[in-house]
């Protein structure tokens, strides 16, 4: 992801350059037990627990308290890659995680990536009624942010006839090295004018 845009909530599943200015209708949550972050909820709504903590256990769970390096794609190496979303299998609830704001990299470790998403959850879907929200101020700097939402997954199409090798883990690398910017792009066949990315695009370990 180039540029310091944030990502707004929303009902869909495009990413927008604005961070949320906040319905003045929505909740707004008291300090954590790590009181640097807070928590809005708002934004989606009609989210399901199940399908929301689906999402929740797809984050990484490994080495809880060691510290890494997280920043924006193609600004460096870092631990993840960001924006990095992962979706309830399901494909209905999604938590979005991001740096806010112009730092390019930050330090946290994942219980601190966990412990927020499972607050933010707690809080927004389950206490205030099936809402979705954002937490922010994660990080040694605080410049993370997480957003929970609803995802619209009806323009999936799924296909039978890929090799097997093509799995989970695989797929994760292709995400994790793939091009992220906010700023609109237009799209088309090899020759069209005015594009920026031509399509059809393959996308690989080896080749995004």
């Known amino acids: 992801m180039k540029g310091s845009g944030a990502l707004a909530i929303s009902d869909d599943n495009h990413l927008t350059t604005t961070a949320p200015p906040l319905p003045a209708n929505i909740s707004t ?23 929301c903590f689906d ?8 080495d809880v308290h060691l510290p890494v390096r997280v920043g924006q794609r193609g600004t460096g190496f870092f631990a993840y890659n960001l924006p990095w ?38 809080k927004c879907v389950r206490d205030e009624g099936q809402k979705g929200g954002i937490i922010s101020g994660i990080g040694k700097t605080k410049s993370i942010s997480i957003i929970l939402r609803g995802y619209d997954a009806s323009a999936v199409s799924c296909q039978d006839g890929y090799p097997q090798y093509y799995g989970p883990d695989q797929c994760d ?21 005015g594009i920026d990315q031509i399509t059809p695009k393959f996308l690989s370990r080896d080749r995004t």
């Open 29 to 51: 949550g008291p300090p954590l037990n790590y009181t640097r972050n807070r928590i809005h909820c708002g934004g989606s709504t009609g989210l399901n627990y199940d399908s």
């Open 55 to 62: 999402a929740f256990q797809t984050l990484d769970h490994r």
């Open 85 to 122: 979303r992962r979706i309830s299998g399901d494909g209905r609830c999604a938590f979005d995680i991001i740096i806010r704001g112009a730092a390019k990299f930050e330090v946290t470790t994942s219980w601190e990536l966990n412990s927020a998403a499972l607050d933010l959850m707690n």
């Open 173 to 193: 690398i292709v995400l994790a090295n793939m091009a992220a910017d906010v700023r609109p792009t237009k799209w088309g066949p090899r020759g069209s004018a």
